[in-house]
């Protein structure tokens, strides 16, 4: 790895080429264009395709919506990947098959799993027969009421935690595999329980995962898109949904653009305050 | 693991809170996998369910092994096409992941030279983009070259999602592979690139398929990009979307079921590689 003979140096060039101009091609240049479509008109620069965002009616309840799933969603996915991650790590036994049922939903795209929580949640849904089989209800409820918000909410919610949680789990436990056993059986020896090493040992040292899982579940949060088309339809904006009915729909690609620019916005400055928030302290306090 | 048992064997008196603490943890651990498999389930009863019992109220919880809503699925105009298009796409995403990262991989796996850091970089920072909005401009570039509402259009937009995550497997595949193995064949009188082809690549092509695997999956199941970018060539993801106002409940879950799986086949496939694959790919 340290020799490195001139032909070898031509030969790494050569070998990173073609994926460095398709990133050029496909990420970079398209990446400058949305900026541009979003910041120019006719006359050279302009904020008027914002102005058209942010004037319409859909614009702020998309916003708050996209945000306020994140908040949600994201917390209680981390939540219930850690302690999946810790009953997983304690298994003595089915522990493969365990973690492959555990991550079935990683191979299951936005849109099935929205299909899947529809089939439970409809007003035919298995969810309304169930409560009816028990005597619970009398007859369908419409659980995916257009009016009701608050509950194509929560039922975003629920699919999305139920698709999504598998990700953070799989960064998780490959996280804890890199935690030296020694750690946890010395704080055991010292007479610490389950819960205290679990947030004086593992939860400290898990960090790099945490944050990483903690990175890419937020951005994807913020992409949400297929699971609120499938259950909430247009009666839940969101920022992806609104991009693409601008685009799809309506055929104006500078709005989408702008809206575009908010979505990688929102994405970029959580990106960095999860970078900040979860810096590596010890290292800084040594220097 | 060993740690439970010998505390274990060395306090008996603890013995019967760790019998009910196991209780708890097997109890939580079946709640969980209900959790997953339940909703799964259903949609399967739904998709092997009749058309009538599929709006028919109140719900069976078993399946009736009725063929009728798969096959109202597959006669519905557009979706044969929908089928192989998404496959098409999926297939060619894999081959292009494959094509540009393994090289890629090979290169950061073995060579130091300047550069390779910026490439790294640049690698991971496609990770910190929502990359489908990225197809937003790129339909009208396209247009101009004549790559609208195509197969190969689509595929080089998948190929962005799924080719950083190719190069980063790759990478390690490759350093997990001892470079002396390489150094020996070369002094045998092999070529660089026999010795590539006779001894790296049979090491490296379990891995390989696994993150071809993977780049199969992610654009199998990519929905916004195949959305924006496909009219006439929609993807099945597509097709189920845009029809999701005017489609009948018996297309919606059979689709959804046909949807995942190629999916679960392709993740059982590569599960013994999931973790190596996600931790490689996060880090």
Not at chain 1, 199 to 225: G, M, N, Y
Not at chain 2, 87 to 103: E, K, Q, Y
Request: glycine share 6%.
């Amino acid at each position: 790895m340290l020799r490195l003979a001139s032909g070898e140096k031509v030969l790494s060039y050569v070998l990173i080429l073609p994926a460095s101009l398709f990133l050029a091609a496909f990420f970079f240049v398209p990446f400058v264009q949305v900026v541009v479509e979003a910041f120019t008109g006719e006359e050279g620069f302009t904020l008027a395709h914002f102005r058209t965002m942010a004037d319409d009616w859909k614009f702020g309840p998309a916003l708050a919506n996209t945000l306020g799933l994140a908040l949600v969603v994201v917390p209680v996915q981390i939540t219930l990947a850690l302690v999946m991650a810790s009953l997983v790590t304690r298994l003595e036994r089915g522990r493969d098959m365990v973690l492959y049922v555990f991550t079935i939903p990683l191979g299951i795209s936005d849109l099935a799993a929205g299909l899947i929580w529809f089939a439970l949640l409809e007003q035919n849904g298995f969810l309304n027969s169930i409560l009816y089989g028990l005597g619970l209800i009398s007859g369908p409820q419409n659980l995916l009421d257009y009016r009701n918000t608050a509950a194509l909410f929560a039922a975003v919610v629920v699919a999305e935690v139920w698709r999504a949680t598998a990700i953070v789990l799989v960064i998780l436990v490959a996280g804890m595999g890199l935690i030296p056993k020694e750690y946890d059986e010395a704080a055991e020896v010292f007479g610490a329980g389950p819960l205290k090493r679990f947030f004086l040992i593992t939860l400290p040292l898990l960090r790099p995962s945490l944050q990483t899982a903690l990175i890419l579940r937020t951005i994807l949060a913020f992409e949400v898109f297929a699971v609120v088309a499938v259950l909430a339809g247009n009666n839940l904006p969101v920022l992806m949904g609104e991009t693409y009915s601008w685009q799809f729909d309506l055929q104006d690609h500078k709005v989408a653009s702008a809206y575009a620019i908010v979505i990688l916005a929102i994405s970029l400055a959580f990106t960095v305050f999860f970078l900040w928030a979860l810096r590596d302290r010890t290292r800084e306090a040594a220097a | 693991m060993t740690s439970l048992a010998t505390t274990e064997a060395e306090a008996p008196a603890r013995a019967e809170p760790r019998r009910s603490g196991r209780l708890l943890m097997a109890s939580a651990v079946a709640v969980l996998v209900a959790w997953v498999l339940v909703p799964i389930y259903l949609l399967v009863v739904n998709a092997f369910g009749s058309v009538a019992a599929v709006s028919a109220w109140p719900k069976s919880l078993v399946p009736e092994f009725d063929l009728s809503s798969l096959a109202f699925f597959a006669n519905y105009a557009g979706v044969p096409r929908a089928l192989l298009n998404s496959f098409l796409v999926a297939g060619l995403t894999m081959v292009m992941s494959i094509g540009l990262g393994a090289p890629a991989g090979y290169a950061l796996a073995r060579f130091r030279f300047p550069g390779a850091n910026l490439f790294r970089l640049a690698v991971l920072m496609t990770r910190a983009f929502p990359l489908p909005l990225l197809a937003l401009p790129l339909t009208v570039l396209f247009i101009r070259v004549g790559l609208d509402d195509t197969i190969i259009g689509l595929a080089l937009v998948h190929t962005t999602l799924a080719m950083p995550f190719a190069v980063l497997i790759m990478a390690s595949l490759f350093l997990s592979i001892p470079e002396e193995l390489e150094e020996a064949a070369w002094t045998l009188g092999c070529s660089r690139l026999s010795a590539f082809r006779k001894v790296v690549l049979p090491l490296a092509l379990p891995g390989i398929a696994a993150a071809g695997i993977f780049a199969f999956v992610i654009s199998w199941n990519e929905v916004f990009a195949a959305a924006v970018l496909t009219i006439e060539n929609k993807t099945l993801t597509a097709f189920l979307l845009q029809s999701l106002d005017v489609s009948p409940l018996p297309l919606k879950f059979a689709g959804g079921a046909v949807l995942i799986v190629p999916a679960l086949l392709f993740l059982f496939a590569v599960r013994k590689y999931l973790f190596s694959l996600w931790g490689i790919a996060n880090r």
